[in-house]
């Protein structure tokens, strides 16, 4: 993978993880659960980018 496309991956990846904390900051009554999940999923998906990205370039 090339490194510009790693480098927005983990931009993207920090702006999902920002947006996940920050709902789970709120009140109960504010949290929706379907954005909630959505964002944990992308969040994760990202993340396993990412993680293949490195052990790929430590190879």
Excluded: D, H, N
């Amino acid at each position: 993978m090339s490194a510009e496309f790693v480098a927005v991956i983990a931009i993207v990846s920090s702006v999902i993880w920002i947006l996940v904390s920050r709902e789970l900051a709120g009140s109960p009554k504010e949290q929706m659960g379907r954005k909630v999940f959505s964002l944990m999923f992308a969040g994760v998906i990202s993340t396993v980018i990412l993680t293949v990205a490195l052990v790929q370039s430590l190879i």
